[in-house]
T-cell receptor, first 113, second 114 residues
Framework: AQSVSQHNHHVILSEAASLELGCNYS??????LFWYVQYPGQHLQLLLK??????LVKGIKGFEAEFIKSKFSFNLRKPSVQWSDTAEYFC???????????FGAGTRLFVKA | SAVISQKPSRDICQRGTSLTIQCQVD?????MFWYRQQPGQSLTLIAT?????????ESGFVIDKFPISRPNLTFSTLTVSNMSPEDSSIYLC???????????FGQGTRLTVV
């Protein structure tokens, strides 16, 4: 069965620090990968997605993620975080041709002003 | 994209009672999903609700406990039956427009069972 592992449950950073959140998935076939974000008091929304092509994908608000197939990884990065990036971040996967989204446990990011 | 509205946004219920959560989408969509997000945990898929067919439940979830209706392409309900404190959670409705597409979520229903 598919599963998604996020390496850190809680991350605390100061503004302007760089961010990298780890995500690994287990599935032998072709997958589509996502990062979702949930800001305090708001609903889950898509941050970025990878379906095919360039393994480095860029999303909203300066976030990017790199798909490394050999490592089954899809890590999220941002060069310089802001206080407004405080949120919970979820990595997710769907196998190609599938419908069910499998989520990681989430990483709570707190950015100190 | 879509606007997905859930009602109620939160509720506090007595154990042994049932609560029905509504999910309304502003456009027609084939695939709707119900998730549970327990405190400190990730989203767990409860069931897939496609219009015109019975809901498909994931392992660990049964229809008697979580009956689902899907009367049309813009609406679904999830009932949490015979509630216990262990059912305290956030319940989320989501939709997808086809294979290999991202999910869109409602704001969730925060349920507390006392």
């Amino acid at each position: 069965a598919q599963s998604v592992s996020q390496h850190n449950h809680h991350v605390i950073l100061s503004e302007a620090a760089s961010l990298e959140l780890g995500c690994n998935y287990s599935y032998g076939g072709t997958v589509n990968l996502f990062w979702y974000v949930q800001y305090p008091g708001q609903h889950l929304q898509l941050l970025l997605k990878y379906f095919s092509g360039d393994p480095l994908v860029k999303g909203i608000k300066g976030f990017e993620a790199e798909f490394i197939k050999s490592k089954f990884s899809f890590n999220l990065r941002k060069p310089s975080v802001q206080w407004s990036d405080t949120a919970e971040y979820f990595c997710a996967v769907i196998d190609t041709g599938g419908f069910k989204t499998i989520f990681g446990a989430g990483t709570r990011l707190f950015v100190k002003a | 994209s879509a606007v997905i509205s859930q009602k109620p946004s939160r509720d506090i219920c007595q154990r042994g009672t049932s609560l029905t959560i509504q999910c309304q989408v502003d456009s027609q969509v084939t695939m709707m999903f119900w998730y549970r997000q327990q405190p400190g945990q990730s989203l767990t898929l409860i069931a897939t609700a496609n219009q015109g067919s019975e809901a498909t439940y994931e392992s660990g979830f049964v229809i008697d406990k979580f009956p689902i209706s899907r009367p049309n392409l813009t609406f679904s309900t999830l009932t949490v039956s015979n509630m216990s404190p262990e059912d305290s959670s956030i319940y989320l409705c989501s939709v997808e427009w086809g294979q290999n597409t991202e999910a869109f979520f409602g704001q969730g229903t925060r349920l507390t069972v006392v």
